[in-house]
């Protein structure tokens, strides 16, 4: 029987996360689940591109009004839900006139306080039936956590903590109702727990899904040569990304300026949207319109990339550029700044570059891939003889499900696995002396069957290690669902089986000598 899989975001705007659920939704096979998509506001370009197999659920009101201006919702009569978002900003000025400068200016929390408000001015989505799997794509992550009804949530990471500041005790609430958390990179699961060591048992990697057949499909459908000419001796660059503070396109306009000033002719294209004041001022600072030509927003923005000789992303953080992955994929050299996860996204020289955050060192960086034309040759060789795609992670979904289905197959192997215990002692006065040595192999062997060899010590300490120790994670037939619900439960049984055993020195002696080696 197929299972239902619910999936909640804010919108569907240009952005690296919305790309990244259109990846997801591209790759999850509809002749094994059904899929519902909840929207809360029914807007941005990526709209259209929802696949058709996708059952995208109605628009409802009140869910429309969590992040537009609340003069506009004013007016639609959603005055509950202003007053709520109004408590929350007053709320959330009061924690952050406690903060030291530096928290303030990257405080990230208001989003929190906003969620936590408007929560309670939101109608139930439990109407629409219990969901095998419920997952909250974007944070704050309220939604799903307490209107969907799921046997099992995940909510997504995409974001590196290390550069933002939130609260942590109002977040922590939100992350710990949820089964699972899924990270998009091994950077920003280290920056998380660092904020939040206690989750660290709900954390599990899923990638963001791209798919390079869908990147390069969509790449042909339009002709952008009028908005990207091909000029002899001018080297395009191409930048996508939100205006906003992580993303530092307004930094741009410098970055040319001091390339110009290296002699390199180039232009340098920006896809994008959101307020443009402060790149407006420096490309009047710099005089620079004639090197940077802002776009606008895209539908399609993998055309552009194509047209171009080299992607640059000269942000202050990410948590894992979409962008640069899907450059990479249209065989692109790439630049990323020294941001704190470009290391895990970029081998620099290798399949792309990563230069200096600063600048005068950014411009210094780019110029000199401009002009050393075997490196640009070098990577985009190596670009194109390596698949970027990554379509398997959907598999750890189907996985996190398969964990539900063993719920019940738990209940009866520590039936089993009891019950041959209890035998064993019960009978051992009755019986001669090798009988209850030749009971404790029988459930000693067991116990190996269903849960495996394994070092005890890295068993109970923890299931990560006895991951690697073993190098599970290579291994593709590693039944993910079964094998996490022993581990999960086998400290549990195990504990009463050793005691029932205490006072029986073969029975005891021989469980923990196979559960040993």
């Not at 202003?82 to 530096?102: I, N, P, T």
């Not at 619900?485 to 086998?490: A, H, K, V």
Request: a negative charge; one cysteine or more.
């Amino acid at each position: 029987m197929k299972k239902r899989i619910f999936i909640n975001i804010h919108y569907l705007e240009i952005g690296g996360a919305e790309r990244a659920l259109l990846g997801l939704l591209s790759v999850l096979d509809i002749e094994r689940v059904d899929i519902d998509l909840f929207v809360n506001q029914h807007t941005g370009e990526f709209m259209p591109l929802i696949p058709k197999c996708v059952n995208l659920l109605p628009e409802i009101p009140e869910y429309t009004c969590i992040e537009r201006p609340i003069k506009n919702i004013v007016r639609e009569g959603h005055l509950g839900i202003a007053l709520r978002r109004l408590w929350a900003k007053w709320k959330h000025k009061q924690y952050v006139s406690f903060l030291a400068a530096e928290e303030r200016l990257h405080d990230a929390s208001v989003f929190q306080y906003i969620a936590d408000a408007v929560e309670g001015g939101l109608t139930s989505l439990e109407h629409l039936g219990e969901y095998d799997l419920a997952i909250s794509f974007l944070s704050p992550h309220n939604i799903v956590l307490n209107k969907v009804r799921a046997r099992k949530k995940i909510c997504w990471i995409h974001t590196d903590y290390s550069t933002i500041h939130v609260n942590h005790d109002k977040e922590l609430l939100v992350w710990n109702g949820f089964d699972y958390v899924a990270s998009i990179s091994e950077d920003c699961t280290k920056t998380f727990l660092q904020t939040f060591p206690k989750l660290k048992d709900k954390i599990v990697l899923i990638e963001n899904i791209l798919s390079p057949v869908f990147v390069r499909q969509q790449a042909t459908l339009e002709d952008v040569s009028d908005e990207i000419p091909q000029n002899e001796g001018e080297t395009t660059i191409l930048t996508i990304g939100r205006f906003s503070p992580p993303k530092k396109i307004e930094g741009i306009p410098h970055i040319c300026a001091e390339m110009e000033r290296r002699g390199v002719n180039f232009k340098w294209y920006v896809i994008g949207y959101g307020p443009d004041k402060l790149i407006q001022e420096a490309l009047d600072k710099y005089n620079m319109r004639h090197r940077m030509i802002l776009l606008g927003k895209k539908n399609n923005p993998y055309p552009y990339i194509k047209a171009a000789d080299i992607y640059c992303q000269p942000s202050v953080y990410e948590g894992k550029s979409v962008t640069v992955r899907e450059a990479q994929i249209l065989y692109k050299p790439v630049v990323i700044t020294d941001y704190p996860t470009a290391k895990s996204q970029i081998t620099s020289g290798v399949d792309g570059v990563i230069v200096p955050l600063n600048e005068v060192e950014t411009a210094i960086g780019i110029v000199n891939v401009i002009q050393n034309i075997e490196l640009r040759e070098k990577i985009v060789e190596y670009l194109s003889s390596h698949d970027f795609g990554n379509e398997a992670e959907v598999n750890k979904i189907y996985n996190l499900m398969s964990m539900i289905d063993a719920s019940f197959y738990q209940g009866v192997y520590l039936f089993i696995v009891t019950l041959l215990t209890l035998i064993t002692v019960s009978y051992r006065h009755s019986l001669t002396t090798i009988e209850p040595i030749v009971g404790s192999v029988i459930l000693c062997i067991f116990l190996v069957l269903f849960i495996g060899f394994r070092p005890v010590s890295y068993l109970f300490v923890d299931m990560m290690n006895y991951n690697s120790w073993w190098g599970l994670y290579e291994w593709e037939g590693f039944d993910w669902g079964a094998q996490n619900i022993l581990f999960d439960n086998l400290y549990a049984f195990m504990s009463y089986i050793l005691f029932l055993c205490l006072l029986h020195v073969e029975s005891c002696f021989l469980l923990i000598l196979c559960l040993y080696f």
